[in-house]
Structures are given as structure tokens and as C-alpha cells.
């Protein structure tokens, strides 16, 4: 089946720093990608929606310039935190459509962030 | 916009006990719908899904059943396992956004 590469899996780093997360589609060309936000105990939250070569469009809410996001080519989507603070700290995971109708998303496994 | 409701948990249960986690849907058009799965630690894995209304999905003896006359899709286990703890995660999708359910922490105890 479909396979969507997330990486790192796990990120620690000093608040200040920047953190890029790849999401990467192995076997299929991505041409939609999204981002979602996962705080402990909570669902899911989509942060953006991302299509190749065009700009994220991002969720109410979400500051887009402190999550920036770029969708290059169709296998490859990346999430940078910029200046990230112990507030960021979350579990990111990024999903992939090949654009099918009422294709299901394929998810990566996550990156589990922690900012000291 | 479309949204999902499920049930609040978490939920205990005793091995081999009866499980049914409800959801509902709210959608203009005509979603598919999902639960999708999420084991500690993992990132989410599809369970099974329903592309129509009253299509069944069925897998690892988890079904639910696409009820589009009251909007739901509820999923259900005969015989729950330890194993079976997770957090499950209700889900539609229509035209590529998908909308999520707040999750069901399910604790199966032996």
C-alpha cells in the first residue's frame, strides 16, 4: 500500500532553534499534503493543507510564519518550526493524497517534538 | 463545514467484553467515512472505512456500518482484547480534507 515517510520521528532541542519535519511519499506522487497538530489527550488538528508547487493554505489560528511550510515536488512536503518554544512542543503528522476523489489519506508516523 | 462527533471516552472495558464507540457526521455532500486507529506511541493506522451509504467495513473483527439515514457510523466489537487498547480516532473525508473525531481512549483490561 501507499507509504508516507515522516522524519525525525523524535526532536529535542533548546527553545530558540528551528525544526524541520519531512514528509516524504514513497510510493506515490503527493500532490496534496496536510499537517496536523496532535496535543496530549486531544484529536487532531489540521494546521494546513499543502499542494504542490502553490502555497500551504493554513488553518484559522495557525501563524503561517511560524510554521512554515513548503511542498516542493509531489513525493516531498516539509514543516519547519521557526523559533520554536516549549509551547510548540506537540506531535506533528503530516498526510498524503495522490488526489484521487475520496482517496483516504495516507499518514506518516509522526514526529514527536520537545522543546526545552 | 463537515465535522465529526464521537463518543467521549475513555472507555474501560473487560476482556472479551462488547464494544461500540459511536459516531456521527455532519457533511453537505457525500464523505467516506473512517476510523483510523492510533497505538501508543504510533501514528495512525486506517482500521476500516465505508465509502457509501450502508457499506460495511470490517477488519481484526472491528466493523461499522455507513448509516446515512441517521448520519452515523458507529463502531463495534464482538470481543475486545488487551491488545485492542488504543485510542480510535472517527474520520471523513470529502473532496481531499479530512475531518477527524476527537478520539475514544479505549483501555481493555484482562
Known amino acids: 500500500g501507499a507509504v508516507v515517510s515522516q522524519h525525525p520521528s523524535w526532536v529535542i532541542c533548546k527553545s530558540g532553534t528551528s525544526v524541520k519535519i519531512e514528509c516524504r511519499s514513497l510510493?506515490?506522487?503527493?500532490?496534496?499534503m496536510f499537517w496536523y497538530r496532535q496535543f496530549p489527550k486531544q484529536s487532531l488538528m489540521l494546521m494546513a493543507t499543502?499542494?504542490?508547487?502553490?502555497?500551504?493554505?493554513?488553518e484559522q489560528g495557525v501563524e503561517k510564519d511560524k510554521f512554515l511550510i513548503n511542498h516542493a515536488s509531489l513525493t516531498l512536503s516539509t514543516l519547519t518550526v521557526t523559533s520554536a518554544h516549549p509551547e510548540d512542543s506537540s506531535f506533528y503528522i503530516c498526510?498524503?493524497?495522490?488526489?484521487?476523489?475520496?482517496?483516504?489519506?495516507?499518514f506518516g508516523d509522526g514526529t514527536r517534538l520537545s522543546i526545552l | 463545514g463537515d465535522s465529526v462527533t464521537q463518543m467521549e471516552g475513555p472507555v474501560t472495558l473487560s476482556e472479551e467484553a462488547f464494544l461500540t464507540i459511536n459516531c456521527t457526521y455532519t457533511a453537505t455532500g457525500y464523505p467516506s467515512l473512517f476510523w483510523y486507529v492510533q497505538y501508543p506511541g504510533e501514528g495512525l493506522q486506517l482500521l476500516l472505512k465505508?465509502?457509501?451509504?450502508?457499506d460495511k467495513g470490517s477488519n481484526k473483527g472491528f466493523e461499522a456500518t455507513y448509516r446515512k439515514e441517521t448520519t452515523s457510523f458507529h463502531l463495534e466489537k464482538g470481543s475486545v482484547q488487551v491488545s485492542d487498547s488504543a485510542v480510535y480516532f472517527c474520520?471523513?473525508?470529502?473532496?481531499?480534507?479530512?475531518?477527524f473525531g476527537a478520539g475514544t481512549r479505549l483501555t481493555v483490561k484482562p
Open positions: 465505508a465509502t457509501k451509504a450502508d
Open positions: 474520520a471523513l473525508t470529502d473532496n481531499n480534507d479530512m475531518r
Open positions: 510510493d506515490f506522487q503527493a500532490t496534496t
Open positions: 499543502s499542494n504542490e508547487g502553490s502555497k500551504a493554505t493554513y
Open positions: 498526510s498524503a493524497s495522490g488526489g484521487q476523489f475520496m482517496e483516504p489519506q495516507h
